[in-house]
C-alpha cells in the first residue's frame, strides 16, 4: 500500500491528523527557545574551558525556589485534572496556586540576585561568568512572566466557565508551556551546579 493510500485509508476512517493550530504554534515557540538555550548553555562550557573564570556558590534560594516552580507544576496538573472532571472550584483554587506559586518563584529569584550582588558578583563583563549566570536566569525569568501572563488568562476564562471538560484547548496549552519553563528552569538550575 502506497503512503498516499494509507493517508485516504485514514481520512476514510474519520481519523484526523492535524495539529491545533495554536498547540503547532507552541510547540515552534518552545523549540525556538530550546535553541536560545542550547546555545546559551554550550558557549558557556566553551567560554569555562577557555580560562579566566570566576567560580561562585550558587544562592541556596535558588534551590528552594526551584522545589516552589516544581510544586507550581503540580498545582497546575492538579487543575488540568480539575476541569477534565468539571470540578470548576477547585480548577480555580488550582489556577490561583500556581500563579501565586510562579510570583513567589520569581520574587525568590530576586532575592538570589540581591544575594549574588551582595556576594560581590554582578552583571559585567569583567568576568562572563557573572554575565553568563544573569543572562541565564534572567532570560528564563522574562519567559517566566510570559508564562504568568498566561495563567492569569486562563484564570479569566476559568471564572467565565470558558474551561470545563469539553474545552480545554487552552488551559491544555498553558500547561504545556508551564511545564516547559519549569523543566527548563530545573535544567539550568543542574546545569549550573555542575558547571560553576
Sequence with gaps: MSTRDEIESVEDNGVSLSMNPKKFI???????????????TSAYIVRQAEGNWKLFELPSIFLYSTIVLLMSSA???????????????????????????????LWMQMEGWKE???????FSF???SEAFLYVLTGLHAFHLVSG????????????KHNIHAKNLAQYEICLTYWHFLDGLWLYL????????
Excluded at 538550575?189 to 560553576?196: A, G, T
Design 26 to 40: 507552541l510547540w515552534l515557540f518552545i523549540v525556538s527557545i530550546v535553541m536560545i538555550f542550547v546555545s546559551l
Design 75 to 105: 498545582t497546575m496538573h492538579w487543575g488540568y485534572v480539575n476541569a477534565k472532571n468539571d470540578e470548576l472550584q477547585k480548577l480555580k483554587i488550582a489556577i490561583g496556586s500556581s500563579l501565586f506559586l510562579g510570583i513567589l518563584f
Design 116 to 122: 549574588l550582588v551582595s556576594n560581590n558578583i554582578f
Design 126 to 128: 569583567s568576568n562572563p
Design 148 to 159: 504568568l501572563i498566561f495563567i492569569i488568562i486562563v484564570l479569566i476564562s476559568s471564572f
Design 189 to 196: 538550575y543542574i546545569f549550573l551546579m555542575i558547571n560553576r
